[in-house]
């Protein structure tokens, strides 16, 4: 499922334009990339969380010269389903 077949399903079953469905999804989506870009984590009780892992700087090497390379550090976006998601997609 993508964002516009998100949107569609939202105008559908709340009944509600498309424009409105719309704005709500991108409220829904903006309000949780601002929470993770400030170093929140986001929970979704059964369904998810999402959350930032920092990575510290490291030594790496570039695999086409072999030559060694700093790699800065970084904050990454993570996911992890909530326990009834994961009962749902295995059953």
Do not use: H, W
Not at 13 to 41: P, T, W, Y
Not at 51 to 57: A, E, G, L, P, Q
Not at 66 to 89: A, D, M, Q, W
Request: charged share 35%.
């Amino acid at each position: 499922m993508n964002k516009l077949e998100l949107i569609s399903k939202l105008k559908n079953e709340a009944n509600i334009s498309k424009a409105e469905a719309a704005k709500v999804v991108q409220i829904f989506f903006d309000n949780m990339a601002d929470a993770m870009s400030r170093g929140e984590r986001v929970e979704i009780r059964g369904l998810c969380s999402f959350f930032v892992k920092d990575y510290k700087s490291y030594t790496g090497r570039n695999p086409k010269t072999g030559e060694k390379v700093v790699i800065k550090p970084k904050k990454l976006p993570f996911f992890k389903s909530g326990k009834e998601l994961k009962e749902r997609v295995d059953s």
